[in-house]
């Protein structure tokens, strides 16, 4: 609870929670990403373990009041260990008839609603497609109602501020915060502290900021409205030092890691695509690491930027999302034929095209491993969670110039967004990763020699005497490296880079089970389905059905013990984020009937999907495949 003095302590009773999962909600002009940020660094700092999915509209400036351009931020807050941000919110917090309509479906029954009465006028309705006032008509009782003219009382917290009228009711959502942070116990003095580092040039709008938020905590503490608040307790995390981190920034900071790692200086080209932007944006931050960035004309341009980097011994990368790996995908090639270490950031979005460019999805693994011409394989990793892109950069490095490939690491909008609590490793406990580039000799360099263990080739720096080889995308002599038009050497050559790709598995950890190591039903994953899927293995598995399940994140090559896993249990369920893309994969490779639960709405799986999904399984085994709408399958 805040320690600030000038507001009244008044005892109400404090009800204690495991979980809660709060969904703010509002147009796109309320500010919910900011609240619920807001509110999710409030909890990091108390020790919870968190997981939040933000959640807004793909136009930039959608109108005011529609459906369209509701924005919302949920976040599942917990004293135990938490994967996800939660199947359905306990409480919604709407600021206007749309955001009511939109979200109202997610609530739990029963669960505590709060809406801003001051939007619900008669335009507002309409416009969000009610035929009656949902405050009046009594749809609304089986919830815990608590009707709130946020508006009016966030004006009344600032009469006496310079602001005009319209600029205080910009302030409202921390009105809300500051309700929210009475009603769950979280401490005010972050949120006031970076408001006061956020609008220094403005301290009108600082100070008035900082009173709307005092008076949504007064109101809680004051009101006779709510008779009780609520304590969840700090989580049992492992020891160590924390820090909330979102999947992006944690992309950006293993990937400053992983230069530091190499010793070798890393160079980040990209053109802005949501939701990969905020990888450039973290990344232009760390210059006093010798970090280069550079924001290109176009997709291709910076794909060619990286590729020059990293044929001039530096990290060369680059990020995008699905249209842009389309647009890079030549030169990906390129890169492959010149066997150099590049590394591209697919962080994925809805599709095809366009498509939902703030939502989510996994629906680029094809295009990730296949979508080249020619026989062009490459490694293509994935991250877990959030705290695991950190841990997935380094990965994507370390593969890179260890075996002289082109590394795609695939996240997500989900991943990207969402935030939870990231241990800081110590920095000195991680292992090197050791890059070698060859110096003058008078002997004959031969730019194409291959390590014996990787097949890798020799990364030369331009300009160093003795070293002086071609590159190209022409077809390259093995060994020596000049242009060949030879059939059995290409032939020779396409094949030495698919076992180059290969021996990449004797590097990658064995898989482990979750769960029983053997039994009926597995479940497999990758990406940002991890959360999802491994709470609904434990939820199974408590109600005495015999489910595991495992997790890759390295896509190709597989692990080297998936083939002997996948043997192990009598039904493969596949949940994914697309039409069943990693289930042909394994399918094809490794001859298993795999059933595919698939959702391509933009929005990541709850977990009550997955159980749903492996329930219908046990009842109809091996007849229909599993999604939102089942669909039968030929015998």
Known sequence: MSTDPSLPVHHKEIEEKEDVVIRFAGDSGDGMQLTGTQFTHSTAILGNDLSTLPDFPAEIRAPAGSLAGVSSYQINFSSRDIRTPGDAPDVLVAMNPAALKTNLKDLKQGGMLILNTDAFGPENLKYAGYTSNPLEDGSLNKYQLYNIPITLLNNKALEGSPLSKKEMERCKNFFALGLMFWLYQRPMEATIQWIGQKFKAKAELAEANKMALKGGYHYGETAELFKKHYRVPKARLAPGIYRNITGNEATAIGFVAASQLAKTPLVYASYPITPASDILHELSKHKSFGVKTCQAEDEIAAIGMAIGASFSGAIGLTGTSGPGMALKSEAISLAIMMELPVVIIDVQRGGPSTGLPTKTEQADLLQSIF?????????????????????????????????????????????????????????????????????????????????????????????????????????????????????????????????????????????????????????????????????????????????????????????????????????????????????????????????????????????QEIIDGVKQLIKKRGVETWSSQPVALPH
């Open 371 to 607: 979508g080249r011409h020619g026989e062009s394989p490459l490694a293509v990793i994935a991250a877990a969670t959030p705290g695991d892109c950190f841990t997935m950069a380094i990965e994507a490095v370390r593969i890179a110039v260890r075996y002289m490939t082109p590394v795609i690491l695939l996240s997500d909008g989900y991943l990207a967004n969402g935030a939870e609590p990231w241990r800081i490793p110590d920095f000195e406990k991680l292992d090197p990763i050791l890059v070698e580039h060859p110096t003058a000799n008078s002997a004959p360099f031969i730019p194409y020699a291959r390590d014996e263990k990787t097949l890798a080739r020799p990364w030369a720096i331009p300009g160093t005497p003795g070293l002086e080889h071609r590159l190209g995308g022409l077809e390259k002599q093995d060994g020596i490296g000049n242009v060949s038009y030879d059939p059995v050497n290409h032939e020779h050559m396409i094949k030495t880079r698919a076992e180059k790709i290969a021996r990449i598995s004797r590097d990658i950890p064995p898989l482990k089970v979750f769960g029983a190591e053997t039994g009926d039903i597995l479940l497999v994953g990758w990406g940002g389905t991890f959360g999802a899927i491994t709470s609904a293995t434990e939820a199974l598995r408590q109600q005495g059905l015999p489910v595991s399940s495992i997790h890759l994140r390295h896509l190709n090559p597989f692990p080297s013990n998936l083939g002997d896993i996948l043997e192990r249990f009598e039904t493969i369920v596949i949940p994914e984020l697309n039409l069943g893309q990693l289930a042909l994969l394994l399918r094809s490779r490794f001859l298993v009937n795999a059933h595919s639960l698939t959702k391509v709405q933009g929005q990541p799986f709850k977990v």
